[in-house]
């Protein structure tokens, strides 16, 4: 390869290239080099386009002469002139590095004017096709290269052919086509200022850096962010000799894939259109027909064809997308890409190419992408649905819902246990919507962001949300909401889709998601070459049956809190809470007592021989009380209506209690083990309904082995909390011990999700057994970021501003947050040894951070049951990548 060279011809490229020459020009260089017939030409190269977009002063002198320099040698190739006789026209094509399809700029038939239109007329004996291939030049050109709307040159044309009441392009004859182009120049010199360009020379320049500029545009900038594509890569030019499928009906254009893109069959599949240009299949305005049928039309052209995309597929060993043109029945590749392709696809190709021999177990895990995986597990919006979309926010949790707008929770479960599918949508949602949440198929609402309350549940009961959804206005009290200047009222069947944040009018088709065979054993193969154990965050037996059934190694955080939202639970919460004294508390947690212990042995049940880590109460209390200014309105209503004095009295003394534990920042307040040291006796309960659970299953036959219970203690960041919340528990346990005359085996950790308890890890460790790093809180307290009120306020902007790479409630800041877990981790294995090492935050389902997390060397992730799958494949591909 030569270097300090910014353009090369198809001869000196390959596919080893792509970072230099792009997809495109790689793959054509690939092709042209294993003898398929490959119209001749060159590239200008990604660092070519880096360099231009960085000096902002157009095409410098090198490179100028690099590219005539090569233009000289395709004349010679060809033996045709650009510009000249017998004329040589060219096409200018945009070729990322990595796929990103119809993103960027294309400009066909370049080379065409006045002069040239007359040379291309007399050397194909037709007048009617240069006129065709002038006028689709000019608004090609003129759309991408000056800037001239495309809906100017659509709406001339559209106007000739009402005019002659043909509806296609191709019905139109020589005259009605010398007038469009007329009128086409005309527009140019309207629109533009000036006279369209008419020197070869100048138009390939010119289209060159409408290419190079193309990488800036909008849409690119939105798909690179969308795909985690690096701004820095560029793209290339391809400059390549034109080849005609309007020549007649001998003539013709198509794309193709090697295998069925939406079901992975290995079967051929693609369009075609007789006497047209590439655009005219992806325009819509005249129909293709299916690939097929070109066996019937031209026979040798559909065996050539399909002989080389056999060859293809094998030298590429993946599906192909290719492009080809055919000129008076003389077949021509144009481009072939690895082929974008379905969640099912994909897996169904990875697994039947591994079966086929073409690929390695290893790469098939390495052709699935952990996101697709997760678009297998949630219902889909049929993708051929005719939509009408609302509102947009943002995308939650995955999968898409449909049901009647609901604002009120008790009411959502109430219609929901008539049979009635219903759509919780509020401005926010808190614990006390719990159940509301459980009983709607989807959650939207207009404030919060992707790791808020609404979104984190909804992610654990692999439900869909959209959150932060801002045009959404709801008014409660009228029961009704407006986006922009329409209003709904409640009980209106909307839609959402929590994979890309849309809001739909009406009730949109469903995909139902299945298991294939093929995920299975794809999934199977990933369980095979991970490190890391994967389990699940669950806090009910069922969330714990459907864990096991997705793979789950075991409970990495079982939230115990969620066990007191149940609305026949609450009144004992709420008695608790308002207990003047510890007597009374204890008499109200002996009600709870019983309710925990249920839950525990449900789920040590359904988890028999995997650990399970339950999380001691964690939030304050005041989450468990009515809303403070709901409760004021009631007391104030109350009192002018001179209600029951015992009803204002009960109410009265309900919002003291709820106005002494309100918290300016409730986040660092009064939660966690701050609970536990203030009010043992919740925690003391807590631990007894564990052993309890775990008795009671021994009791049952369950053998004791089967049973490993991991006790966490939330919030520390000191040495003496853990050390007395240890104590709290050894304790209780040990009560009990004696009481049943029998032992079992468990352990007492920490939740690391303070920076302090980082850094005192070591401290730490001598008394924890486990940690498991809370990277949801402790990304707040590094960060000091508020998780609703930065995604709703500045995170986007700084996401834009390119202050951060990724929004950190996401992915792990692994330069603050992910180095004082390196930092824990190496000063509590300095204290002990065999400290148990895991993370439980909503980071523990994220490709991206799982990496990260394997490479420290943790042993463990957990995340929401329904991401499991994704975790597991997102682990194999670390221990790939070592």
């Known amino acids: 390869m030569k270097t300090g060279h910014y353009v090369y011809p198809f001869s000196d490229g390959d596919k080893s290239m792509k970072s230099l020459l792009g997809g495109k020009g790689a793959n054509l260089a690939e092709m042209a080099k294993i003898g398929l017939p490959v119209p001749p030409g060159f590239i200008v190269t990604t660092e070519a386009c880096n360099q231009y977009l960085a000096r902002n002063e157009g095409i410098w002198p090198d490179l100028e002469f690099e590219i005539l320099e090569k233009l000289d040698l395709l004349e010679e190739e060809t033996e045709r002139v650009f510009g000249g006789e017998p004329l040589l026209l060219l096409s200018v094509r945009s070729g990322a590095v990595v796929s990103m399809p119809g993103m960027m700029d294309t400009v066909l038939n370049l080379g065409l004017n006045r002069t040239t239109l007359e040379t291309l007329a007399k050397d194909t004996g037709n007048r009617r096709f240069a006129l065709d291939c002038y006028r689709r030049f000019i608004q090609m050109f003129g759309d991408v290269v000056l800037n001239v709307g495309h809906h100017h040159f659509e709406n001339i044309i559209t106007a000739a052919r009402n005019e002659k009441k043909v509806r296609t392009d191709a019905e139109l004859e020589e005259a009605e086509l010398e007038k469009i182009v007329e009128n086409f120049l005309a527009l140019v010199q309207r629109e533009w200022g000036s006279a369209f360009p008419e020197d070869p020379r100048q138009q390939l320049f010119l289209a060159i850096e409408a290419v190079f500029k193309s990488w800036n545009t909008n849409r690119a900038i939105v798909y690179r962010k969308a795909n985690r594509i690096p701004e820095t890569l560029g793209t290339a030019v391809n400059v390549q000799t034109m080849v005609f499928g309007n020549l007649g009906n001998d003539s013709g254009t198509g794309v193709a894939f090697t295998r069925n893109p939406s079901t992975g069959e290995a079967k051929l599949y693609g369009e075609y259109l007789l006497n047209a240009q590439g655009e005219d299949v992806v325009a819509g305005i005249r129909t293709p027909h299916p690939l097929s049928e070109l066996k019937e039309v031209m026979p040798a052209v559909y065996e050539q064809f399909l002989e080389i995309c056999s060859k293809l597929e094998l030298h590429y060993r993946d599906m192909q997308d290719i492009e080809f043109t055919i000129e008076k029945g003389i077949l021509y590749m144009l481009q072939t890409r690895t082929g974008k392709r379905t969640?099912?696809?994909?897996?169904?190709?990875?697994?039947?190419?591994?079966?086929?021999?073409?690929?390695?177990?290893?790469?098939?895990?390495?052709?699935v992408e952990p996101e697709q995986v997760e678009q297998l597990l949630h219902c889909r919006i049929d993708p051929d649905a005719k939509l009408t979309i609302i509102a947009k926010g943002l995308p939650a949790s995955p999968g898409a819902a449909s049901g009647k707008v609901?604002?009120?929770?008790?009411?959502?479960?109430?219609?929901?246990?008539?049979?009635?599918?219903?759509?919780?949508?509020?401005?926010?949602?808190?614990?006390?919507?719990?159940?509301?949440?459980?009983?709607?198929?989807g959650i939207l609402t207009s404030r919060g962001g992707m790791t808020s309350h609404a979104a984190v549940v909804a992610r654990g009961m692999g439900k869909p949300c959209v959150s932060g959804c801002e045009e959404l206005r709801i008014d409660l009290g009228k029961g009704r909401f407006k986006v922009g200047n329409e209003e709904y009222e409640e009980g209106v069947l909307l839609s959402i889709d929590g994979s890309n944040g849309s809001v739909f009018l009406g009730e949109v088709p469903m995909i139902e998601p299945e298991f294939t065979a093929e995920f299975k054993e794809l999934i199977g193969w990933a369980d095979e070459m991970r490190r890391l154990k994967v389990r699940a965050n669950a806090d009910n037996p069922d969330d714990a049956r459907r864990a096991i059934e997705l793979g789950?190694?075991?409970?990495?955080?079982?939230?115990?809190?969620?066990?007191?939202?149940?609305?026949?639970?609450?009144?004992?919460?709420?008695?608790?809470?308002?207990?003047?004294?510890?007597?009374?508390?204890?008499?109200?947690?002996?009600?709870?007592l019983p309710m925990q212990q249920a839950d525990f042995t449900g789920i040590f049940r359904e988890m028999a021989g995997y650990p399970v880590?339950?999380?001691?109460?964690?939030?304050?209390?005041?989450?468990?009380?009515?809303?403070?200014?709901?409760?004021?309105?009631?007391?104030?209503?109350?009192?002018?209506?001179?209600?029951?004095?015992?009803?204002?009295?009960?109410?009265?003394?309900?919002?003291?209690?709820?106005?002494?534990?309100?918290?300016?920042?409730?986040?660092l307040g009064h939660r966690g083990c701050r609970l536990g040291l203030v009010y043992p006796e919740i925690y003391q309960m807590q631990v007894r309904a564990i052993f309890l659970a775990l008795f009671e299953l021994l009791r049952e036959g369950l053998p004791a082995d089967k049973l490993q219970p991991e006790i966490m203690i939330p919030l520390v960041g000191h040495r003496e909390e853990i050390v007395a919340m240890k104590n709290l528990v050894d304790q209780t346990a040990e009560e009990l011990?004696?009481?049943?005359?029998?032992?079992?085996?468990?352990?007492?950790?920490?939740?690391?999700?303070?920076?302090?308890a980082c850094l005192v890890a070591d401290q730490?460790?001598?008394?924890?057994?486990?940690?498991?790093?809370?990277?949801?809180?402790?990304?707040?307290?590094?960060?000091?970021?508020?998780?609703?009120?930065?995604?709703?306020?500045?995170?986007?902007f700084y996401l834009q501003q390119k202050i951060l790479k990724a929004n950190p409630f996401a992915e792990i800041d692994r330069d603050g947050v992910g180095k004082l877990v390196e930092i824990a981790i190496?000063?509590?294995?300095?204290?002990?040894?065999?400290?148990?090492?895991?993370?439980?935050?909503?980071?523990?389902?994220?490709?991206?951070?799982?990496?990260?997390?394997?490479?420290?060397?943790?042993?463990?992730?957990?995340?929401?049951?329904?991401?499991?799958?994704?975790?597991?494949?997102?682990?194999a591909r670390a221990s790939m990548q070592g």
Not at 573 to 582: A, H
Not at 784 to 796: A, H, I, T, V
């Open 343 to 367: 969640a099912p696809a994909a897996v169904k190709i990875a697994v039947d190419m591994v079966r086929d021999g073409l690929i390695s177990k290893k790469e098939a895990l390495q052709r």
């Open 406 to 441: 609901v604002f009120d929770a008790d009411r959502a479960e109430k219609m929901a246990g008539q049979g009635e599918k219903v759509l919780l949508v509020r401005p926010e949602t808190t614990p006390d919507d719990i159940h509301g949440i459980i009983a709607a198929q």
């Open 552 to 592: 789950a190694q075991g409970i990495g955080l079982c939230r115990t809190e969620h066990m007191f939202m149940a609305a026949d639970r609450i009144p004992a919460v709420q008695k608790m809470i308002l207990s003047s004294d510890p007597i009374e508390r204890r008499a109200a947690l002996d009600d709870l």
């Open 613 to 667: 880590t339950i999380r001691l109460l964690d939030p304050p209390l005041h989450e468990f009380l009515p809303d403070r200014e709901e409760l004021l309105l009631e007391v104030d209503h109350l009192r002018r209506e001179n209600a029951e004095p015992a009803k204002l009295h009960e109410k009265e003394v309900l919002l003291q209690k709820v106005n002494s534990l309100s918290e300016s920042n409730p986040m």
């Open 737 to 756: 011990f004696a009481e049943k005359r029998e032992r079992i085996p468990y352990l007492v950790g920490t939740m690391i999700e303070l920076p302090r």
């Open 764 to 796: 730490l460790a001598e008394i924890a057994e486990f940690f498991s790093f809370g990277t949801n809180d402790l990304t707040q307290t590094t960060l000091g970021y508020s998780r609703d009120d930065s995604e709703s306020k500045f995170l986007p």
């Open 826 to 875: 190496e000063k509590g294995k300095s204290a002990r040894q065999n400290l148990k090492l895991g993370v439980c935050g909503e980071h523990g389902g994220d490709p991206a951070s799982i990496g990260f997390f394997h490479a420290i060397g943790l042993e463990y992730i957990s995340c929401s049951p329904y991401r499991l799958p994704v975790a597991r494949l997102a682990a």
